[in-house]
C-alpha cells in the first residue's frame, strides 16, 4: 500500500491511501451548475480548503490534482471546481469576466460551508490566487490563504492576448488563443479587469498569507509576488518556487508547494478531526485511540509513528494497516533482514530482497505446512496461515544459493514466533 507523508509540526502522519473522491456540482454566480469535486482524506478531515485554478484552466489541471493529493495526504478536504464556462461546467466563458469568476468561488464557499464546512484554507493559482486574494477578507472562517503565480493586478491578463485588444475595441469582441484553444473575449471582460485592484484587497484581508511563486515564470513574473507580498500585511510569507513553471508542471514542484502549503496552514487552522494526540513512547510498543471512528489507533514505537484502522468494508476509514498487516509486516521484514544478513555472511551476490506475505484462515487439514509443524500437527479446525513469497535478485546468485536462502527464511526469528505457542499476560495499568 502506498504511504503519504505530511510533516504536521513535530510529528509525522502516515495515511495508506489516496483521498476519497466526490463529484458534486453546484449553481454558479450566474446560474450555470458549476462541475467540483471534492477530494477527501482517509479519515475525518482536520479542515476545509478550497482551490481557484488558473485563467482557462481547470480543477483537472494535473497539478491541481497534486495539489489536493498533497493537501488531502495532510488530512485537508479540499474542493476544486471549473469556473463558469470552463472543463465540465456549463455556462458560456464569452459572458464571464473576473467578477463572475470571483463570484462562483463565493459560491464554492458557500456551497461546502452547507454541505461539510467552510473552508479553512484557500488556495489559488495564477488568477485563481488574484481571485482568492479578492474574496479571502470577506469569508469569517478562512484563517489562511496561499497563492501560486498569482498576479498582483488583473489587467496584467491583457498581456495574453494584446493583439486582439484593438479588434475587441471595434467589434465588441473578438477570438483569441489561449493555451491552444480559442476563447471569445468581449470588451466587458476588458472593463472588468480595469475595475480590480487586486492589492488593495489584500492590504485590507487581515489573513496569513503565504506567497509562492517561481523566480524563473514566464507567463506571471515574480515581481508580481514581490508587490502582493508587500502590500500584505503580518503574518505573511514568501517561498521561491526555484525553476517551476508557471503551471508547476513537474510533479515535485507541485507536491513541494502542497507540501509547504500544508505545514503553513497548520499553525492556524482549528483542527476540527477529532483526533486525540498521539500517546508518549514507551518501553515497548504504544497503541492509543485516535477517537476518529471506531477503529483508527496512533501506534507509537520509539521516535516512530504510525496508524492501524480497519478496512472500509466494516466500519473503518482504512487509513493505516489493519493488525493482521502489522503482524504480516513483521514476518516479511524479519524474514528479508534474516536473508540479508546471511547474504553477507556468506558473500553471496544478492542484489535485493522483497517478500510479499499473504494471510488467511484455513482448515487445518487443508493446511500443507501444518504436517511440517509438530505444534500444529492434529489441530482441528480453521487457523492461520502465512505464505511467503520471496523474490532474491541477482544476476549471479546459483541455485544451490536460492536453495540456501529459502532454508534461511524459515529461521527468521518472527518466523519462528509465529511458529511457535507465545505467552501472553495482560494486566490493567495503575
Not at 479542515?47 to 485563467?55: I, L, T
Not at 515497548?284 to 509513528?305: D, M, Y
Request: aromatic share 6%; net charge negative.
Amino acid at each position: 500500500m502506498k504511504g503519504y507523508f505530511s510533516v504536521r509540526y513535530g510529528r509525522t502522519m502516515t495515511f495508506s491511501k489516496p483521498a476519497k473522491i466526490q463529484r458534486v456540482t453546484f449553481e454558479g454566480s450566474q446560474g450555470a451548475p458549476l462541475a467540483a469535486r471534492l477530494d477527501l482524506p482517509a479519515g475525518p478531515p482536520r479542515a476545509y480548503a478550497v482551490f481557484a485554478h488558473c485563467f482557462t484552466c481547470g480543477k483537472d489541471l494535473r497539478s491541481a490534482g497534486r495539489l489536493a493529493a498533497a493537501l488531502t495526504s495532510a488530512g485537508f478536504g479540499v474542493l476544486r471546481f471549473d469556473f463558469t464556462g470552463l472543463g465540465a461546467s456549463e455556462g458560456e466563458f464569452a459572458n464571464t469576466n473576473f467578477s463572475s469568476d470571483a463570484a462562483d468561488l463565493e459560491a464554492a464557499i458557500d456551497w461546502l460551508r452547507v454541505e461539510h464546512g467552510a473552508p479553512q484554507l484557500l488556495v489559488g493559482h495564477s488568477l485563481g490566487g488574484a481571485a482568492v486574494l479578492t474574496v479571502a477578507g470577506t469569508v469569517p472562517e478562512v484563517r489562511a490563504v496561499a497563492t501560486i503565480g498569482a498576479p498582483s493586478d488583473t489587467e496584467h491578463l491583457t498581456g495574453l492576448f494584446s493583439d486582439a485588444v484593438d479588434e475587441i475595441a471595434a467589434e465588441g469582441e473578438a477570438c483569441v488563443s489561449l493555451g491552444g484553444r480559442p476563447f471569445t473575449i468581449k470588451q466587458q471582460f476588458l472593463d472588468d479587469l480595469e475595475a480590480h485592484r487586486v492589492t488593495e484587497r489584500v492590504a485590507e484581508m487581515k489573513k496569513p498569507l503565504l506567497v509562492l511563486h517561481s523566480p524563473t515564470d514566464n507567463t506571471v513574473g515574480v515581481e508580481h509576488a514581490s508587490r502582493i507580498f508587500e502590500a500584505a500585511r503580518h503574518p505573511k510569507s514568501f517561498v521561491a518556487l526555484d525553476g517551476a513553471d508557471h503551471l508547476l508542471a513537474a510533479p515535485e514542484d507541485a507536491e513541494f508547494a502542497a507540501g509547504v502549503i500544508a505545514a503553513f496552514a497548520s499553525r492556524y487552522i482549528d483542527d476540527q478531526s477529532g483526533e486525540r494526540e498521539a500517546p508518549k513512547p514507551g518501553t515497548g510498543v504504544v497503541v492509543a485511540e485516535t477517537t476518529q471512528g471506531p477503529f483508527l489507533n496512533h501506534v507509537v514505537v520509539g521516535r516512530h509513528h504510525l496508524l492501524a484502522d480497519e478496512p472500509e468494508s466494516i466500519g473503518g476509514f482504512d487509513a493505516g494497516l489493519a493488525p493482521y498487516d502489522f503482524l504480516g509486516a513483521a514476518l516479511g521484514t524479519c524474514t528479508s533482514m534474516t536473508l540479508r544478513m546471511y547474504a553477507e555472511r556468506k558473500k553471496m551476490p544478492l542484489d535485493r530482497v522483497s517478500v510479499e506475505v499473504l494471510h488467511d484462515k484455513v482448515h487445518a487439514d487443508d493446511c500443507v505446512a501444518c504436517a511440517e509443524n509438530e505444534l500444529l500437527e492434529g489441530r482441528a479446525g480453521m487457523i492461520d496461515h502465512f505464505e511467503r513469497v520471496i523474490t532474491a535478485e541477482g544476476p549471479d546468485l546459483t541455485d544451490e544459493d536460492r536453495r540456501k536462502l529459502l532454508i534461511i527464511a524459515d529461521k527468521c526469528p518472527v518466523h519462528r514466533t509465529l511458529e511457535n505457542a507465545s505467552a501472553i499476560s495482560t494486566r490493567l495499568a495503575d
